[in-house]
């Protein structure tokens, strides 16, 4: 199992920008990547980014050219930079451990950071 706790959360305004961190813990050695996702009040968690220790990234179009998923030579902390930020990117945004092999599997999740973007 791996552990993830999610940091850097806030309120900024419109146009702000804000850094996520995700650090790991535990059996790190058995993933393949990690993912981003948010929930908005109201809605179903969504896809936001992933990274593959391969160096692969994959962004939902919404946050395209805005938001950047990295991470270091050793995989962890990883990090969402979040720039130009809207208020309808308000959510609890969680990183989840990528444990498949072939494909995306996620099944170690944080507890969530808040995101509040006010216009």
């Known amino acids: 199992q791996v552990q993830l706790v999610e940091s850097g959360g806030g309120l900024v305004q419109a146009g702000g920008s804000l850094r996520l961190t995700c650090a790991a813990s535990?059996?790190?050695?058995?993933?393949?990547?990690m993912g981003w996702f948010r929930q908005a009040p109201g809605k179903e968690r969504e896809f936001v980014a992933a990274?593959?220790?391969?160096?692969?990234?994959t962004y939902a179009d919404f946050v395209k050219g805005r938001f950047t998923i990295s991470s270091n030579n050793f995989k962890n902390p990883v990090y969402l930079q979040m720039n130009s930020l809207k208020p309808e990117d308000t959510a609890v945004y969680y990183c989840?451990?990528?444990?498949?092999?072939?494909?995306?599997?996620?099944?170690?999740w944080g507890q969530g950071t808040q995101v509040t973007i006010s216009s």
């Open positions: 535990g059996r790190t050695a058995s993933t393949y990547g």
């Open positions: 989840a451990a990528d444990s498949g092999p072939l494909r995306r599997q996620y099944d170690d």
């Open positions: 990274i593959r220790w391969s160096g692969a990234t």
